[in-house]
């Protein structure tokens, strides 16, 4: 079965520091992999994706994620954060097929402090 | 813009009630989830549909039905609320395929 493990649940880190979010999964088939967000209060946002070819993937406000697949690991980075990136990131993976069932990791929040 | 509108974004009901979580997209998306999202658990699966009146059991189904009479509204029923099924319930729907999921903003209900 597949599997998703976020090893941090919390990230402290200060503003323009850089920082990276682990995320490793588990399954014997191809995987599509995800990175969403969640900002207090909201429902879940993609931030961005795996799906096929480049294994650098990279989102619009300067979050990348790189798919291993050696290490079968998907972490999420940033050069330099703000204090609006403070919210809890999910990791996410599915098998594909028609009903693309999403797998969710227990989230890691990332405070961002001044 | 494209929306998934869940009805409610905090409800309070008693123990015992008959309690309706209502979900509805507006991007003709053939697949439809219901989630519930509790601290250090992340998000689990209770139910998805992959059509209309078709239904599948997630990973915690016990004390849940759905219903999805209607392509674009997708139901999560607590038939006799309990006080563990406190939590943030999340409605999510996408196309077939693996384009990922679009979430509503998510009800918080509280079972007293």
């Known amino acids: 079965a597949q599997s998703v493990t976020q090893l941090d649940s919390q990230v402290p880190v200060f503003e323009e520091a850089p920082v990276e979010l682990r995320c490793n999964y588990s399954s014997s088939v191809s995987v599509y992999l995800f990175w969403y967000v969640q900002y207090p209060n909201q429902g879940l946002q993609l931030l961005l994706k795996?799906?096929?070819?480049?294994?650098l993937v990279e989102s619009i406000n300067g979050f990348e994620a790189e798919f291993n697949k050696s290490q079968t690991s998907f972490h999420l980075r940033k050069p330099s954060v703000h204090i609006s990136d403070t919210a809890e990131y999910f990791c996410?993976?599915?098998?594909?097929?028609?009903?693309?069932?999403?797998?969710f990791g227990t989230g890691t929040l990332l405070a961002v402090q001044p | 813009d494209v929306k998934v509108t869940q009805s409610s974004r905090y409800l309070v009901k008693r123990t015992g009630e008959k309690v309706f979580l209502e979900c509805v997209q507006d991007m003709d998306h053939e697949n439809m989830f219901w989630y519930r999202q509790d601290p250090g658990l992340g998000l689990r699966l209770i139910y998805f549909?992959?059509?209309?009146?078709?239904?599948e059991k997630g990973d915690i189904p016990e004390g849940y039905s759905v219903s999805r009479e209607k392509k674009e509204r997708f139901s999560l029923i607590l038939e006799s609320a309990s006080t563990n099924q406190t939590s943030m319930y999340l409605c999510?729907?996408?196309?077939?395929?693996?384009?990922?999921?679009?979430f509503g903003s998510g009800t918080r209900l509280t079972v007293v």
């Open positions: 996410a993976v599915t098998v594909g097929g028609a009903t693309n069932k999403l797998i």
């Open positions: 999510a729907s996408s196309l077939a395929g693996a384009n990922g999921y679009t």
């Open positions: 549909s992959y059509d209309v009146k078709m239904k």
């Open positions: 795996y799906l096929s070819g480049s294994t």
